[in-house]
């Protein structure tokens, strides 16, 4: 098991260390930091006394390993729009994109587990149907959209959430549906196609002929064996969730990480959005391996092969 987490956590650091150069050379091939910052309307040689100021005449290679020996220093440099500690600023936003993470998944699961339980229950009849629809419809639908029509029904009709902000728990609550419907019928379908293998095994057969009760049977005895899965791709969803954000917290104005990723690419603040990258880079795949580890330690089968 140990030789297990070692690889993977060794993968893990090349995939992490493979997307920090990806994104910033594509980063600085989106435009000129230099200009951004002098200006409209700024003189040719006011760019490049810029340019030179901040590097940015230097290869790019070598602006990269400068920037990667900093950033393992812990030097993550200094906005170039917001005058402040890139670091400071990030860890300023992270736990407002952590809460909308959690809550978003929380609602993902709370939804449908139940659907996926009575879907695999009631199979091929109109329940099982209609839980298909509800889930076809999630994933069909952009979230962008999905939060835009629930601006428009609960705080321009009803008036009954704030549009934007992140001051209070009501400020959360339609990012969390409309970030949290988008990955749920993932989990719907899984649990269905995992009650459907489990209600027809042996044992439960067994349960049912002994006369347990048939709540005894779903959830004490299959539902248990179903979620195993589960909890595998919880962690993978966390991830997509914390790295998905940016529309949805920009749409819903949450002062995240995402909200702060839009305004970077707006300002062509390159040093913030070359750590937002990372940082959500780096917690998807710490995610996935904590993935990988639970999917091993609860299948022996994996660490064999």
Do not use: C
């Not at 407002?96 to 709370?110: K, M, N, P, Q, R």
């Amino acid at each position: 098991m140990i030789g297990y987490v070692l690889k993977r956590l060794g993968l893990a650091l090349l995939v992490a260390l493979a997307v920090s150069a990806i994104a910033f050379f594509l980063l600085r091939l989106s435009g000129d930091a230099a200009t951004a910052i002098a200006g409209e309307g700024a003189r040719q040689e006011d760019i490049e006394l810029i340019r030179k100021t901040y590097g940015l005449d230097r290869p790019l290679v070598v602006q990269y390993v400068e920037w990667l020996w900093q950033t393992l220093r812990g030097d993550f440099g200094t906005s170039l729009y917001f005058k402040t500690p890139v670091s400071a600023l990030v860890l300023d936003k992270l736990p407002t994109t952590i809460v909308l993470g959690l809550t978003s998944l929380g609602f993902a699961l709370l939804v449908s587990i139940p659907l996926g339980v009575l879907a695999a229950v009631y199979a091929n009849s109109w329940i099982d149907r209609l839980a298909l629809a509800i889930a076809v419809v999630g994933q069909a639908l952009p979230n962008f959209f999905f939060a835009l029509i629930l601006v428009m029904f609960f705080s321009i009709t009803l008036r009954w959430l704030p549009v934007s902000g992140s001051d209070s728990w009501a400020h959360f609550v339609m990012p969390t549906i409309a970030l949290g419907y988008y990955v749920a019928p993932a989990f719907m379908r899984l649990v269905r196609a995992g009650m459907i293998e489990v209600l027809s095994a042996d044992y439960i057969r067994t349960a049912r002929a002994k006369g347990l009760p048939a709540r005894s049977v779903i959830f004490k005895h299959a539902l248990r064996n179903a979620l195993v899965p589960v909890v595998a791709l919880t962690a993978v969803q966390l991830g997509f969730l914390l790295g998905g954000s940016v529309v949805v917290e920009t749409i819903f104005a949450l002062d995240g990480l995402g909200y702060l990723a839009y305004q970077s690419i707006t300002y062509k603040d390159f040093p913030v959005m070359q750590v937002v990258v990372l940082l959500l880079s780096v917690l998807y795949v710490l995610l996935t391996l904590l993935a990988d580890v639970a999917n091993a330690w609860l299948d022996p089968r994996i660490r064999v092969a």
